[in-house]
């Protein structure tokens, strides 16, 4: 088990560890907090489908649309993990129409994850703004970050929650070409949202909280 893990609890339950993999996340906590304060919200999970997220989004009464935006990038963007050269800007606004769907402010919340280490920096960046036209104002989105010592390439994870405070982060057994981020290029990254939050945990991986 992560040096960082904590219990797994329901109410009326007992204290019982985690599952091996699972990880406390004070970013989670944030996004957990907006989740029980609100009603009916729109959340965007860019990790895939996840049955544990699933069932955790819906149980709060909120509505949750999964995307995995990697996979979809490497189908529409053949080789982009070779560095391939420079994007189509059309072709990257039609990706964008494909896989962020959504009107102007109708998003409450995003689970990024790490997805934007994997993408070119072109593509990153017009993901990023589209985030930002469909979130609501004060809407809050999560990402992760390797750490600045991460090698060239680092294995896909999957990440799922848990609970209202545990991560569950499995490696997906599969290696790409990662970008890499500090905290300064983190913060240009996303500089157009009105405050980035960035948590260190224990295994070294930037957990950052952007609102919008």
Not at 101 to 124: C, E, I, K, R, T
Not at 162 to 169: E, F, M, W
């Amino acid at each position: 088990m992560n040096p960082g893990a904590a219990t797994s609890t329901k109410p009326g339950e007992a204290a019982r560890p985690a599952p091996e993999g699972a990880r406390r996340s004070h970013a989670l906590e944030h996004i957990t907090g907006a989740l029980l304060r609100g009603e009916a919200m729109q959340v965007l999970d860019l990790g895939g489908i996840g049955q544990q997220t699933v069932d955790f989004v819906t149980g709060l009464g909120h509505r949750l649309y999964a995307e995995e935006l990697l996979r979809s990038a490497e189908e529409a963007f053949p080789g982009i993990d070779e560095d391939t050269g420079p994007l189509d800007e059309r072709a990257i606004e039609e990706f964008l129409e494909r896989t962020i769907p959504f009107p102007n402010g109708s998003v409450s919340a995003v689970l990024a994850w790490d997805q934007f280490h994997y993408l070119p920096a072109a593509l990153a960046e017009a993901v990023v703004q589209r985030l930002h036209r469909v979130m609501k104002p004060e809407g809050l989105l999560l990402a992760l970050f390797h750490p600045e010592s991460a090698g060239p390439q680092a294995t896909l994870s999957s990440c799922r929650i848990i609970d209202a405070q545990n991560l569950l982060v499995r490696p997906r057994g599969a290696t790409r070409r990662t970008r890499k981020f500090t905290p300064r290029t983190i913060e240009r990254f996303l500089r157009e949202f009105s405050s980035v939050k960035f948590f260190m945990t224990r295994d070294s991986v930037q957990e950052v909280i952007a609102r919008r």
